[in-house]
């Protein structure tokens, strides 16, 4: 269903006014609330275990189950359900009693604040989910999409792709860009009758956030999302840690973009993921090289397999006639980075790298010592992309979500 929402007539380009007076317009707008309905989602959860059987209950408000559009029982505090996956239908338990076999269940939320425990009997994974759950089977297994909204989904990605213990500050950071990257892959499982997963295909979402400041950060931000200057979505790109130089992401994806450029970035150099090791013997290392030969149709001198030094930016292994992408080399050997030097030692090869991820876009160990040393996460986000917007998604010229 597609949903439109009245523009704002306040719309500014921060990156061509003075960075002061940015601010304070930023900061003026949001003192008077936008009028935009709640905006729901749809994510399959549980996407990466095989689920035969689950115990529902009410965590928090009153549910309905309901099949077929009517209604079957109540759930309350007190209250129990048993739920099996039988072929492509699903059986209904109490305590006492078989309720019913059902093709389909709506596990709908009556009060204000709704949150339902689901109990896998199979598998170690008890979660707790805010708002509504939808319950099909196929094949024996159950499939659940979480139809929660949208600034609570927010949150519990937040919870999971960030952490405990991080500064307030950066959980706003975070809260925006999971936002932003969100509303941009609304239509990435339209095919398949909901909108998002809860895996890292889409972005990782264990329910509901259970952290006060990570709820507090998410309704502080509330509707704020990162755009180019054309007020277009970004690919708010992030990963762990840099090693001290971002990517451009043509280095990475092939795409320019220019909001994803690179960046000298010292607030990471310190931090717990900026160096790593990896030991490799010489003859898998030999071997890679001499299988890549084959493929670039070329000889490389052998002692070119231990002289290489990364040059902030570089993305190929050697610069003057082989191109040998070092995404692949990472890929290959799963190293943290594609940011080493190689040193020969004995009977090995050992690999010093800077840096966790693809290091295109947001640095999040930077980010976070950006926060803890006081900057604001307006700040932080335009440290990492390049001349773009803070908008309420309101004021996007055609917000339109499946």
């Known amino acids: 269903m597609e949903r439109r929402y009245t523009k704002c007539i306040f719309q500014f380009q921060i990156s061509k006014i003075p960075l002061r007076i940015s601010i304070f317009l930023f900061l003026f707008i949001g003192l008077f609330p936008l009028s935009v309905s709640a905006l729901n989602v749809s994510i399959r959860i549980y996407c990466d275990a095989e689920i035969k059987s689950v115990i529902i209950s009410p965590e928090k408000g009153k549910y309905l189950?309901?099949?077929?559009?009517?209604?079957?029982?109540?759930?309350?505090?007190?209250?129990?359900?048993?739920?099996?996956?039988?072929?492509?239908?699903?059986?209904?338990?109490?305590?006492?009693?078989?309720?019913?076999?059902?093709?389909?269940?709506?596990v709908s939320g009556t009060e204000t604040l709704?949150?339902?425990?689901?109990?896998?009997?199979?598998?170690k994974l008890t979660r707790i989910y805010d708002d509504d759950v939808n319950i099909?089977?196929?094949?024996?297994?159950?499939?659940?999409?979480?139809?929660?909204?949208?600034?609570?989904?927010?949150?519990?990605?937040?919870?999971?792709?960030?952490?405990?213990?991080?500064?307030?500050?950066?959980?706003?950071?975070?809260?925006?860009i999971c936002r932003t990257y969100a509303f941009n892959n609304l239509a990435r499982h339209i095919t398949d009758k909901y909108e998002l997963c809860d895996m890292i295909h889409c972005q990782v979402?264990?329910?509901?956030?259970?952290?006060?400041?990570?709820?507090?950060?998410?309704?502080?931000?509330?509707?704020?999302?990162?755009?180019?200057?054309?007020?277009?979505?970004?690919?708010?790109?992030?990963?762990?840690?840099?090693?001290?130089?971002?990517?451009?992401?043509?280095?990475?994806?092939?795409?320019?973009?220019?909001?994803?450029?690179?960046?000298r970035d010292t607030f990471c150099i310190h931090q717990l993921h900026a160096t790593w090791e990896?030991?490799?013997?010489?003859?898998?290392?030999?071997?890679?090289?001499?299988?890549?030969?084959?493929?670039?149709?070329?000889?490389?001198?052998?002692?070119?397999?231990?002289q290489f030094t990364p040059i902030e930016k570089r993305v190929?292994?050697?610069?003057?006639?082989y191109i040998i992408p070092l995404k692949e080399i990472r890929n290959d050997f799963m190293l943290p980075s594609t940011y080493f030097t190689v040193q020969e030692e004995k009977?090995?090869?050992?690999?010093?790298?800077?840096?966790?991820?693809?290091?295109?876009?947001?640095?999040?160990?930077?980010?976070?010592?950006?926060a803890s040393m006081g900057y604001s996460y307006f700040k932080i986000l335009h440290f990492y992309y390049k001349d773009v917007l803070l908008l309420h998604y309101s004021q996007l010229p055609e917000a339109k979500f499946n």
């Not at 189950?65 to 309350?76: P, R």
């Not at 030991?279 to 493929?295: L, Q």
């Not at 009977?347 to 950006?370: F, T, W």
Request: positive net charge.
């Open 205 to 263: 979402y264990h329910g509901a956030a259970a952290l006060p400041d990570i709820i507090t950060a998410t309704e502080a931000t509330n509707g704020i999302v990162v755009t180019d200057n054309q007020y277009k979505l970004i690919n708010a790109a992030f990963y762990c840690n840099c090693g001290g130089y971002t990517l451009n992401s043509e280095d990475v994806w092939s795409q320019k973009l220019p909001y994803l450029q690179s960046v």
């Open 65 to 106: 189950l309901m099949a077929n559009g009517k209604k079957i029982d109540t759930l309350t505090s007190k209250g129990l359900f048993q739920l099996s996956a039988s072929g492509d239908s699903i059986i209904v338990k109490s305590f006492s009693r078989v309720i019913g076999k059902y093709l389909n269940l709506w």
């Open 278 to 306: 990896k030991h490799i013997s010489k003859a898998a290392w030999e071997n890679y090289f001499t299988k890549k030969e084959k493929v670039l149709k070329c000889n490389i001198p052998a002692n070119k397999n231990y």
């Open 114 to 123: 709704n949150r339902i425990n689901i109990h896998p009997l199979n598998v």
């Open 316 to 321: 190929y292994y050697y610069d003057k006639g």
């Open 136 to 176: 099909t089977a196929k094949g024996g297994m159950l499939q659940m999409i979480n139809k929660v909204d949208f600034e609570k989904y927010v949150a519990g990605v937040v919870e999971c792709e960030a952490g405990y213990k991080k500064p307030f500050e950066f959980y706003k950071v975070q809260a925006i």
């Open 347 to 370: 009977d090995s090869v050992i690999l010093c790298g800077k840096g966790n991820g693809h290091r295109v876009g947001l640095c999040q160990e930077g980010a976070i010592n950006m």
